[in-house]
């Protein structure tokens, strides 16, 4: 089944220069598949064993101590 959309010239010219041999809804499916993708993916490793063992140290340390949030 196939929809009929509204888009700006824009948007238009923007998704025409993406699409070279692609259709309009498998740039668009591209697209939406790229945003819905989890955004924490891309911290995944970026930290030494060492240094996630320290921020998790400091983490448990503050949890321990009285909320300053109210001070």
Do not use: C, H, P, Q
């Amino acid at each position: 089944m196939t929809r009929v959309i509204s888009i700006s010239d824009e948007a238009y010219e923007k998704l025409s220069k993406l699409k070279k041999e692609k259709s309009f809804s498998e740039i668009v499916l591209e697209l939406s598949i790229e945003k819905s993708k989890n955004n924490l993916d891309e911290f995944a490793g970026i930290l030494s064993e060492k240094e996630a063992k320290e921020i998790k140290k400091e983490i448990y340390k503050e949890r321990k101590t009285k909320s300053r949030r109210f001070l």
